[in-house]
């Protein structure tokens, strides 16, 4: 507990400008939730718990089972089972990993993106409609893509093919 005191001192120090949103969040599960300021929606600096829902995170959101960002999250989303967000800069770590628009990396065993991927991802299974960096897995799908992907399989509609293995992608 002291530790936690510490941590939540050292970060309203840190993020003095943020005083109308939340410096540390615990949550329990979704928005049963604590936060100092106690803004649970709009975090600025760590959102941590078993599950959690946030409208923005700036920092990073590190949950046992979900953790999912409404908004906009920058920094870095971090779940055991379930990560999602609408629009991430930095990253998402998760079993599965799903958002709307991604600048930044997506690591892990399914990786979903339903808009535009501008970076890294690398999982068994990657999915991004526009993918602009590299896709690194066993199965590897964008419909349109400016960079590269390494795997099994790669599928990419504008692709030097639509389907190849080892190698795919468009410059």
Do not use: H
Request: negative net charge; contains cysteine.
């Amino acid at each position: 507990m002291k530790k936690l005191a510490v941590l939540a001192s050292l970060l309203c120090v840190a993020f003095p400008a943020a005083a109308d949103t939340g410096v540390l969040k615990l949550s329990l599960w979704n928005q049963t939730a604590i936060a100092t300021p106690p803004n649970t929606q709009d975090i600025t600096g760590i959102d941590f718990g078993i599950g959690s829902t946030s409208a923005s995170v700036t920092g990073v959101q590190l949950d046992l089972l979900f953790s999912q960002t409404e908004y906009e999250l920058n920094g870095v989303s971090m779940a055991w089972v379930i990560s999602m967000a609408n629009e991430v800069r930095g990253a998402q770590l998760a079993i599965l990993t799903k958002s709307e628009m991604m600048q930044g990396a997506q690591l892990g065993i399914v990786n979903m993106n339903r808009q535009e991927l501008t970076g890294l991802q690398f999982g068994f299974f990657n999915q991004a409609e526009y993918a602009n960096g590299l896709q690194l897995g066993f199965v590897n799908y964008a419909k349109t893509i400016d960079g590269l992907q390494v795997g099994i399989l790669n599928i990419a509609e504008n692709g030097w093919f639509p389907a190849m293995i080892f190698v795919n992608g468009r410059f």
